[in-house]
Structures are given as structure tokens and as C-alpha cells.
């Protein structure tokens, strides 16, 4: 043990001698050759790929500025096939955000998400007028069962006009509001609109409410129609207003007020009009009744016409 001691100091006193020989000479420990070799592992990798890693890396990022540098013009199909990218989870959880609109939920902020998509406002026009062309021919088929008076013939022109109606108001309603919006924003430079697709998706949603309302008309009562549209309109309606009141409140308060009160009255004429197109039966066919003979005075006497002479 004695033996070991003393190799080991004149170990340690050779290596002193050495260092004040040569003082200029830098010292390296066990502990940093390890923790050196610790870095170089880190930044090295366990296989040396971190060149490798390194080119992946610079040549996905130079994919992404060619392909946004490559991005399809608004004239080709590639343009707007981003706005039908959407899954069935993203539809049902706009079409529920539209269904139950609550105070301070912006449906743009909360189920839009800067994700504008065309999928679900066009099936839903696509279904709405569908549905109130053909709920409108049942309507007059289950009344001439009622009452055999009245006359039904298919009215298959109530396709093009549903679809007409539908996706005009879809559209240009929206447009119109965006543009004024937009010539708000430079009076009041406080108000931000919504984009233009933003603000179709938000009108396209709205319409849903009244598929069901549509299809549950055919019960041929008129004050529980006239309910079911009702609730029908305030749904939409206030849907509608929550999610445009977070953009219109930055402006003056005549103009906030007679904005949302032109959308309500705008989505009421829609409601009411197809109500009473699409739902007003046919009147009774008028039947000519057959002549009967009138019967003669009393004291008009007959006289028999003399034949003719052949």
C-alpha cells in the first residue's frame, strides 16, 4: 500500500517539475477531454448525420418558397381546389358553430379559423334548393289530396328558381356587404371586414338552419309553420349579428344599427319569400257548371212549327 502511495506522488511531483520547466504549455484534464467529446458526440450524432440532417432540412424549406413562389393563378382549377380541401369533422363543427350562435363566440374566429372554405356553402345552397323544390311539389300533391278541387301539374321550373334564389343571395348579398365594409374601413380606419370568402362561408353556413325547418313545412298547419320559420330566422339571424358585431362596433352607432338591421331584414325577406312561394297551394279549378233549361211562362203559348216542304 506504502509502495503504491509513492509511485503514484512521484507521479504527481514529475508532472509539477514539468510545469515549471514550461510554463507556457496549456493543460488539458480527463474531465475535459470527456466533456469535449460530450459535444462533439451532441453536435455530431451517434451515426455523423448531422450534415445529413442539416440538407434535409434546407431543402424542405426551399420546397416551400417554390411552391408559394409557384402558387396557381385565380384562373386556373388548382386555385380553388384549396377552398374544397376541408374533411367532415371541419363541416359538422361549422355547421354546429352555425346552429347554436352564443354572445361573444365570432364564428370566423373560433370554427372559421382563416380557413375560408367553399365545400360546405355549396352543398348546403345545393341542398336547400333541392329541398324546397321538391317540399313544394309535395306540399300541392298532399293538398289535392285534401280537397280533389284542386288541379296539380309538376312545376319543375321551382328547381331554377329555388337555385337562382339561393345561390344569388349566397353570393351577392355577401359581396355587397364586403365592399361596403370595406368602404367603412377607410372612414373608420378602427373597423377590419372579414375576407370576401370568409364572409360567403359565414352566409353559406347561416342558410342550414333552414333545410330541417323546410322539410318539417309539409305538416299542413299553418301557426306551426309560421313558428318553425321564426325559429328558423332568429337562429340564422343571430348567428349573423354575433359574428358580425365584433367588426361593425368599431364604427358609429347609426351606421352599426342600420347594417345589422339590413342583414336581419334581408335574411327575413329570404324566409318569407320562399314561404310563400314555394307553400302557397294552388287555388280550386273552377269548373263550369252544366246549362240548365229555364223553364217557360205560364201563358206563353207553343206553336208548333209546320215541316217543311220537300
Partial sequence: MAAADELAFHKFEEATNLLAETPDVATTSRSDELTTQEHVAVAMGLDGSYGAKNEVEESDKTVLLQEEKQQSGFWTFGYYQSFFDVDTSQVLDRIKGSLLPRPGHNFVRHHLRNRPDLYGPFWICATLAFVLAITGNLTLVLAQQRDPSIHYTPQFHKVTVASITIYCYAWLVPLVLWG????????????GPFTFLETVCVYGYSLFVFIPTVVLWLIPVPWLQWLLGALALALSATGLV??????????????????????????ALLAMGCKFYFFQPLPPEHVAPPPQATPLPPNVLLTATPPRAT
Fill in 180 to 191: 361596403f365594409l370595406r368602404w367603412r374601413k377607410g372612414v373608420q380606419e378602427r373597423v
Fill in 242 to 267: 354575433f359574428t358580425l358585431w365584433p367588426i361593425v362596433r368599431e364604427d358609429t352607432r347609426l351606421v352599426a344599427s342600420l347594417l345589422l338591421s339590413a342583414v336581419v331584414l334581408l335574411h
